[in-house]
């Protein structure tokens, strides 16, 4: 992918350069150095000459904070805001020194104190009081930094790795243990396939490192007892740009996605997203050959790259001199090849050299390191750039569309919710209609299959219907002034009784007849349905009777029957006549039996 446009302007500046030398520990005795602000002198008579080094800063003990804003913070801040307040650089710090030189110490990495760094109090660690480092306090730093910064918007993303006997592994996915070293022309030297994180917090950041840490080789040495066998590189790319053109609206969107250059400045510079780089190194310790095999082994691979580091260096410094340029050979060890953007000058470099007290040769060696590299000059390089591989544009690109998307499908939501509910609406309508003529239908045949039915007093109603129709007709005829037609009822009953209607007679009195003649059908009626109703009680006592009748009758049946038997059964012991040994109970209920 490549970038839209990316400028460069270059400022020299050397290296800086910090030495601390730490306070004796129990084994050792005095210290071999005199410390002043920005000068260390050797003491020792052992050596021929004194030996003075001339630094950014020197220091003595164990204030982290004091080194933290001698030498850090500044690179820090820059980092962040770009120099010269218009862009972003690479900014690379390590901790370079012998072993137990308090390298750690330095940096702070340990990752039980992590979580307790964040409040700042004094920790303890491997049973001294330290305070934390500059990785907990660059952290601090960019947040800080971010809360403040309200012109400009920020993604964080971090990795963190480590090389460890000339291999490098994935700290945060430790499987990852073979990756390998790129270079092109937009990235520079750069590792993959390595896992990188988006953090938002401090607290994530440190999470981070403490997964990493947990994957760290760290052993007991004959130096030291938690000594890195590897040298680390944490890494946090930093994506800023302008608040402006954080605008997600649409229309601006749409203004950008049909804009047909970059070539307008102002349009230009909202869309520019600043990357840099915070390098954070913390190295393995040059040693002497150990007592253990692996770590022996351990130890040959860090002084062999840490020798390499030495030999790069001093081409730089010879190049930087003026001498004629020489092959630097930033290939011949992992840890060169990954710090060659910082080394060959395109990131601001800050470097930290720790000294025992009493360790006169190593600390020498370490004084004699640092000289050179402060004699090398950086060129920090600005980079702004409009990659479609910085996150941060990607992102809001994908928030502006996703934006945009959740919109039409919001009003495609709305619409299609609208016509689901006139829809509804007319499905219920029909369902209703429906449902009423089921109803209607159901009615209607129930009206029509009880009228089919007959019972005595359907019937009675039947009549007496048709008789209040008949003389509702009539009184509405009488009401109406019209000659009423004689009813079915009176017309029978007439053409029954003899009697011709006259036809002449008055309304009223006709009706009162009419009236009287159906009084006495309907008493008549009446009359007869309660006989029946008797006649049927008085027919189910008699029914009642007589079956309380025959189960006394069958019981006294099975009585005598059992009563005949038993006779039989004497008569033949007996051998007597039949009717003459009958007991006279048994003839008696013969007879009744007979009888009935
Ligand atoms: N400035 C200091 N003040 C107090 N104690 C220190 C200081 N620097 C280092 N120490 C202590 O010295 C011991 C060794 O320090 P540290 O582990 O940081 O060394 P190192 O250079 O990282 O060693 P290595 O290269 O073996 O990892 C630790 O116990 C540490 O707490």
Redesign the pocket.
Known sequence: MAPIKSSSKRHGENVQVTV?C??P?QNEYGSCWDVQPSKIVSTDHRLKKQHEFQFDHVLY??DNEILYAKSISNLINQAMEGYNGTSAIVTTVFAY?Q???????VSNLTCHTMFSLLKWPVIV??G?E?EPGVIPRSVDNVFDFIKKACRLEFLLRVSYLEIYNETIKDLLNPSNDNLKIHQDKIRGVYVTPLTEEVVTSPEDVLRIIERGEANRHISS?D??L???RSHTLFQMVIESRERSSTSTSLASHRRTLTSTGYGHHAARSKEVVRISQLNLIDL??SEKAASDQDRRKEGSYINKSLLTLGTVISKLTDSNAGKSPSHIPYRDSKLTRILQTALSGLAKVAVIC?ISPSNLEESLNTLKFASRVKRITTHAKNDEVMDDKALLQKYRTEIVELKSKLQSTAELLQKEKESALIAERRDHDQQMKLMRNTRNAMKERIDHLTRLILTSSSVVNNDLASATATLQQQLHDIQNGLPSPPADSERKHSNASGLASTGGGSGSTRQQQETVELRKLLLKATRESNEKDQRILALEEQLGQQTAINAQLETELSVTKAELELTKQLQAKEGGNENKSLPPSVSQRKQQLVWR
């Open positions: 601390r730490r306070p520990n003990g164990s020194g072993t137990a030189s308090g390298k750690t110490f660690d491997h001294n330290i040495t130096y030291n938690h000594s890195s393995a310790g720790t």
